[in-house]
Nanobody, 121 residues
């Protein structure tokens, strides 16, 4: 059974940092492209960052967020610095085996349940 379990969300103030984690089991983690998406209420999921051989970021988070992975621990991370109130959302990690477009939700095979980040001004 494939499981992606996010953690690390919570309350923060503008300018603070948070680190999200995504623990993955049931797949060969190091063979998968991993990504983070966010979703605001009533909206579609949006791409945040992805990592395979290279890293990719949405323009809104470039320079503030860093995606990384520890293949020995089967864990994906998202270091979020200089948080802004507009970063408030539900954050999901996702995994895809093949090289489909990384910014599209339809490209991903597995999803976690999400972890909520709330940033106050």
């Amino acid at each position: 059974q494939v499981q992606l379990v996010e953690s690390g969300g919570g309350l923060a103030q503008a300018g603070d940092s948070l680190r999200l984690s995504c623990a993955v089991s049931g797949i060969s983690f190091n063979r998968y492209t991993m990504a983070w998406f966010l979703q605001a209420p009533g909206k579609e999921r949006e791409f945040v960052a992805a990592l395979h051989d290279s890293t990719y970021y949405a323009d809104s988070v470039k320079g503030r967020f860093t995606i990384s992975r520890d293949n020995a621990k089967n864990t994906l991370y998202l270091q979020m610095n200089s948080l802004k109130p507009e970063d408030t959302d539900l954050y999901f990690c996702a995994a895809q085996r093949f090289g489909y477009p990384i910014r599209l939700t339809i490209s991903y095979d597995y999803w976690g349940q999400g972890t909520r980040v709330t940033v106050s001004s």
